[in-house]
């Protein structure tokens, strides 16, 4: 019966070791479409990879090439319309903060990603790297904020399209 109580101290500072030695993987951003910033409570966010507030307002793309030199520009293709971006206000729902980023050309969007995300735990953070490629497929399929709530993720199904409308607004689509 003296073996018991060795077991049980074993065990415990096997599992105790573990623990210690658990390493959660970090956030992989690529599923959320661009590197994850974390954005302060109360504070507005910047877009990844800027620090300036300018970053959140409308941007006009480069024209590029093919585009109309003028009114007396030469008869060819039709000139593709510039891509415009925008980023939405950065929405607080129950497990944290984030922020949508859309790309349009004309009025047709083309891109949506999230540069500015925060959770409270691990687990949002996992859920929302679910979510999210699936809210993003919505978007560019029905080309519209409208979107369905995800099951599960209601409140981060609605932040995602409150700030997508927001975003959207910036740039005077639909």
Do not use: C, W
């Not at 959770?119 to 369905?148: D, K, N, W």
């Amino acid at each position: 019966m003296k073996r018991a109580p060795l077991f049980v101290l074993a065990g415990t500072a096997a599992g105790l070791a573990g623990i210690l030695s658990f390493h959660t993987r970090p956030a992989a951003s690529a599923a959320l479409g661009t590197p994850a910033s974390r954005a302060l409570p109360g504070k507005p966010a910047a877009a990844a990879g800027t620090g300036s507030p300018a970053a959140s307002s409308a941007t006009t793309g480069p024209a590029g090439p093919g585009a109309s030199a003028g009114p007396g520009a030469s008869a060819g293709p039709a000139a593709p319309a510039a891509r415009r971006s925008a980023v939405g206000a950065t929405e607080q729902y129950g497990y944290g903060y984030l922020a949508v980023r859309v790309i349009v050309r004309g009025n047709r969007i083309v891109n949506v990603t999230v540069p500015v995300i925060q959770t409270a735990e691990q687990y949002s953070q996992q859920l929302a790297m679910q979510v999210i490629p699936t809210l993003r497929s919505e978007v560019l399929a029905g080309q519209t904020a409208g979107i369905s709530a995800v099951s599960g993720a209601t409140y981060t199904s609605q932040a995602y399209a409150t700030s997508l409308q927001a975003a959207l607004d910036k740039l005077h689509v639909r």
